[in-house]
């Protein structure tokens, strides 16, 4: 069960894919850009906000299940995945949704739960391979 409402004050307080790792999540409206921003780990990562909206439209142009292909930004994502996607020269923002370089990978990992939570898509949990869809 996910506890939070996704601000600073109170963040999303959800499980990775594989409901292995702890993570927190809130929307940050007033960064430069606006942020959605992920501890997991003592690390913070930080995705751009418009990613969310982004990518429930590519999954809802998909129309299929979608693997997440989870990786670090210093490794290939592969090819047809949601991480693939969220640092595509082809995407909306034309690269990386992710803002600290160096931690602007694993998108698959970290904001597929948010999608989930929101009600915008349906997110496989199992021990890997998982798969997102849009609803």
């Known amino acids: 069960m996910t506890q939070g409402s996704g601000t600073k004050d109170d963040p999303w307080q959800l499980k990775t894919p ?63 995945t949601l991480e693939a996607w969220a640092r595509s020269p082809d995407n909306p923002v034309g690269g990386f949704y992710g803002i600290k370089k160096g931690l602007r990978g694993r998108f698959g990992n970290y904001v597929s739960p948010v999608l989930e939570v929101l009600g915008l898509a349906e997110l496989e949990h199992g021990p890997r391979n998982n798969r997102i869809r849009a609803r």
């Open 18 to 80: 594989p409901n292995t790792s702890d993570i927190l999540m809130y929307r940050d409206e007033t960064a430069s850009p606006p942020a959605l921003v992920c501890f997991a780990s003592g690390t913070e990562l930080r995705y751009q906000l418009r990613c969310i909206e982004d990518a429930v439209a590519m999954l809802k142009a998909h129309g299929d299940w979608m693997e997440l292909g989870n990786a670090d930004e210093q490794k290939p994502a592969k090819e047809g």
